[in-house]
């Protein structure tokens, strides 16, 4: 009877081991689950589908393959941008600890007074924030920076994707000193 409870436990404990481990994709197969070869990280980092991540002088930036827009003088989110909040809720679950803040950033295009872009971009980085946290992300974790007109990275006929949300990983205290030497003087 002791033979069959130890092969039992022993069984059980295998079992549960492999439940664990990550499953192995072989060549020419697709998963749709979370990277697993380390070609699938960068800076550190686990990317997941629809993400990349790109470094700038604030720090390292989230890049979504559907960027988060605004419509003129908008604020709010159109329900087309869910699955983008999802990649980004789902980049922050594979990463864990490796993220100690995330700042969401509000930006504007160059239309309107510094001051009404000041507050239409800390709404905008507002909404993000509300969209994650929506998601299961904690509050504690996020913080916004408005930063109205001051980042322009389009001209000309893509001057209204400035009217955008950002997000910046903070890793530890160096970053998140880094991220603040290199916020535009307003």
Do not use: W
């Amino acid at each position: 009877m002791k033979k069959y409870l130890v092969a039992s436990v022993l069984i059980l404990a295998i079992f549960s081991s492999s439940c664990k481990s990550t499953p192995e994709v072989s060549e020419g197969e697709t998963s749709t689950a979370a990277p697993m070869s380390t070609g699938d990280t960068k800076y550190g980092y686990v990317l997941v589908p629809g993400m990349d991540i790109r470094e700038t002088d604030r720090g390292l930036i989230l890049v979504l393959e559907e960027p988060i827009n605004f419509a003129s003088n908008a604020s709010s989110l159109p329900s087309q941008y869910d699955g983008s909040f999802k990649v980004v809720d789902q980049f922050l679950t594979a990463n864990g600890n490796s993220v100690t803040r995330i700042i969401v950033e509000g930006h504007t295009d160059e239309v309107g007074t510094r001051q009404h872009n000041m507050i239409l971009s800390e709404k905008r980085a507002l909404s993000g924030v509300e969209k994650l946290s929506d998601q299961g992300v904690s509050r504690s974790l996020m913080r916004t920076q408005p930063l109205a007109d001051t980042i322009q990275e389009y001209s000309g006929a893509n001057a209204h994707r400035n009217r955008r949300v950002e997000f910046v990983l903070i890793k530890d205290s160096n970053g998140l000193q880094q991220y603040r030497n290199a916020l535009p003087a307003n």
